[in-house]
């Protein structure tokens, strides 16, 4: 499964617990800005270890 934001093509590893809408499981890179907001809970998905490790782009 790839991350569902726009225009972003790498794995989704972290599923993200929004208070306000419904979870949403995106790549590591997304789920490090968008869980800076106050509520959101990221949770690493355990079983897509390798994928959590980002190659340089």
Same mark, same amino acid.
């Given at each position: 499964?790839?991350? @569902? %934001? !726009?225009?972003?093509?790498?794995?989704?590893?972290? %599923?993200?617990?929004? @208070?306000? $809408?419904?979870?949403?499981?995106?790549? $590591?890179?997304? $789920?490090?800005?968008? &869980? *800076? *907001?106050? &509520?959101?809970?990221?949770?690493?998905?355990?079983?897509? &270890?390798? !994928?959590?490790? %980002? !190659? %340089?782009?």
């Amino acid at each position: 499964m790839t991350c @569902p %934001e !726009d225009d972003c093509d790498r794995p989704a590893t972290v %599923e993200l617990h929004i @208070p306000w $809408a419904d979870n949403r499981t995106v790549c $590591a890179a997304h $789920a490090r800005v968008l &869980g *800076q *907001q106050d &509520g959101v809970v990221a949770d690493p998905k355990t079983e897509r &270890g390798d !994928d959590l490790l %980002e !190659d %340089e782009r």
